[in-house]
């Protein structure tokens, strides 16, 4: 399984931009996908996920500004993100989530940039 992301740049605060994540198969074969990021000397925290059946999880920092979509036919998942703050500042992680016998299995992808100045 291959996650990659694409979308990432350099924006204005107050800007948007919107990340994809093109899955090597189907996202219908994913129970969970969504959007991590990481600030250099922190942890990776949750930003944006989207469960098969739909349930949505932000974080309270992104909640009305960031949208995340998944789109099986594409095997896509994507994050809208508008209102775009310098605190979003980080490497953005696309993640998928595969049940298995007995478990799961997490996904990554390699991670874009994102950088807001303010």
């Known amino acids: 399984v291959q996650l990659v992301e694409s979308g990432g740049g350099l924006v204005q605060a107050g800007g948007s931009l919107r990340l994809s994540c093109a899955a090597s198969?189907?996202?219908?074969?994913?129970?969970?996908m969504g959007w991590y990021r990481q600030v250099s000397g922190k942890e990776r925290e949750l930003v944006a996920t989207?469960?098969?059946?739909?349930?949505?999880t932000y974080a309270d920092s992104v909640k009305g500004r960031f949208t995340i979509s998944r789109d099986g036919a594409e095997s896509m998942v994507s994050l809208q993100m508008n209102s775009l703050e310098p605190e979003d500042t980080a490497v953005y992680y696309c993640?998928?989530?595969?049940?298995?016998w007995g478990g799961g299995e997490d996904y990554w992808g390699q991670g874009t940039q994102v950088a807001v100045s303010s």
């Open positions: 993640y998928g989530y595969k049940l298995r």
């Open positions: 198969e189907t996202t219908f074969n994913f129970a969970n």
């Open positions: 989207k469960t098969s059946t739909g349930t949505t």
